[in-house]
């Protein structure tokens, strides 16, 4: 089992910037893929970004390309995801979730970061 804790969340302005921080402890020498979720108050939670472990590939949600950036520290075990240009659209609760392979679900999550937006 992998476990996984968020951090880098807060309050931030319209159009500023966060970078969001996930670091993975545990079974690290099995981590497949790493990602980025997030949910809203009363919506469902939606994929925001993903990154292959070993290849550093990345995928991102058609709605947040340009504005946000996934990558990862292999050494330290980190995951990021920055993210500019922010919208009040935007908040949520972000959760870094790891999957062990190429298909099936993500099994690991974090307890989540909150990133609030003001406009």
């Known amino acids: 089992q992998v476990q996984l804790v968020e951090s880098g969340g807060g309050l931030v302005q319209a159009g500023g910037s966060l970078r969001l921080s996930c670091l993975a402890s545990?079974?690290?020498?099995?981590?497949?893929?790493m990602g980025w979720f997030r949910q809203a108050p009363g919506k469902e939670r939606e994929f925001v970004a993903t990154i292959a472990w070993s290849s550093g590939t990345t995928a991102y949600a058609d709605s947040l390309k340009g504005r946000v950036t996934i990558s990862r520290d292999n050494a330290k075990n980190i995951v990021y995801l920055q993210m500019n240009s922010l919208k009040p659209e935007d908040m949520a609760v972000y959760y870094c979730?790891?999957?062990?392979?190429?298909?099936?679900?993500?099994?690991?999550w974090g307890q989540g970061t909150q990133v609030t937006v003001s406009s």
């Open positions: 545990g079974r690290t020498f099995g981590l497949y893929a």
């Open positions: 979730a790891h999957r062990p392979s190429g298909v099936g679900r993500w099994t690991d």
